[in-house]
């Protein structure tokens, strides 16, 4: 599985979180959980990126139960219900080539502007980023031009 030399490829990726406030059918474990949230990582297009991504870690704060959460298939995120925002730790393990990767994610759950008046509307934010897969073996080279 020989190495393309002089190659790199780049592919894009989306992290971030949704979050909006508990509705009846949430039913949280705990009454003090006002927000249901999302974290995740993605497509540009919400395609499916295992063929790059191996596994995702998600570190989330020590009040929740494990909170390491280790996601091995797409789609790369974790649900859950709280009460604060608070800094997630995402470790990215890619198929070959790059280094384990590591990005904070501020979980936001109130808007920052008017935080009252827009409650009801879920609150998101994203960031971009892109994987270099750098001199890629002939195979992850073929996988990435697929995709
Ligand atoms: C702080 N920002 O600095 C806060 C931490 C932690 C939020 C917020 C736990 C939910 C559960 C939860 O929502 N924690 O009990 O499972 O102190």
């Keep these: 599985n020989k190495r393309m030399k002089g190659v790199m490829v780049v592919r894009p990726f989306i992290y971030g979180s949704h979050s909006a406030q508990v509705t009846k059918r949430d039913t949280p474990a705990d009454p003090s959980h006002t927000h249901k949230w999302t974290v995740y990582v993605r497509g540009l ?3 499916d990126i295992s063929y790059m991504i191996k596994k995702v870690q998600f570190k989330l704060h020590d009040s929740f139960a494990s909170p390491v959460r280790i996601i ?9 219900t709280g009460w604060g925002e608070f800094e997630i730790e995402i470790q990215i393990t890619f198929h070959e080539n790059l280094k384990q990767f590591t990005l904070y994610h ?18 998101i934010a994203e960031s971009y980023d892109e994987a270099i897969f750098n001199e890629p073996t002939e195979d992850m080279f073929k996988t990435l031009e697929k995709h």
């Design 72 to 80: 091995e298939s797409h789609p790369f995120e974790v649900t859950e």
């Design 106 to 123: 501020f979980l936001a759950l109130y808007h920052k502007d008017n935080p009252d008046s827009q409650s009801k509307k879920a609150v």
């Design 45 to 47: 297009h919400n395609e």
